[in-house]
C-alpha cells in the first residue's frame, strides 16, 4: 500500500508542477523571477519523472521500489531524451 501511495504523491507533484508550467508559459513575458522559477521546475519535473522510472524498474525486476531515490540535478540534467 505504501509502494504505491508514494508513485500517488510523486504523480501529484508532477500534475502541479505541470499545471504551473503551463500557466507560466501561457505569459506574454516572464519577468527574472518567474524564469528562475520555470527553469527549477523543469529540474524538479525531471527529478520527479527520473524517481517515477526508478520506482517502476526496481519493481519490474523484484526489488522494493522504496530503494530509488530521488537524483541530484546535475544526474538527470545530463539524460537525453
Not at 527574472?32 to 524517481?51: I, N, P, T
Request: glycine share 4%; proline share 2%.
Amino acid at each position: 500500500m505504501e509502494d504505491t501511495t508514494r508513485d500517488t504523491r510523486v504523480l501529484a507533484r508532477i500534475q502541479r508542477l505541470v499545471a504551473e508550467e503551463h500557466a507560466l508559459r501561457n505569459k506574454a513575458a516572464l519577468d527574472a523571477a518567474e524564469k528562475e522559477r520555470l527553469s527549477a521546475m523543469e529540474v524538479d519535473l525531471d527529478q520527479c519523472w527520473d524517481l517515477l522510472r526508478q520506482r517502476r524498474a526496481l519493481r519490474e525486476i523484484g526489488q522494493p521500489a522504496a530503494g530509488a531515490h530521488v537524483r541530484p540535478a546535475d544526474v538527470v540534467e545530463k539524460y537525453e531524451g
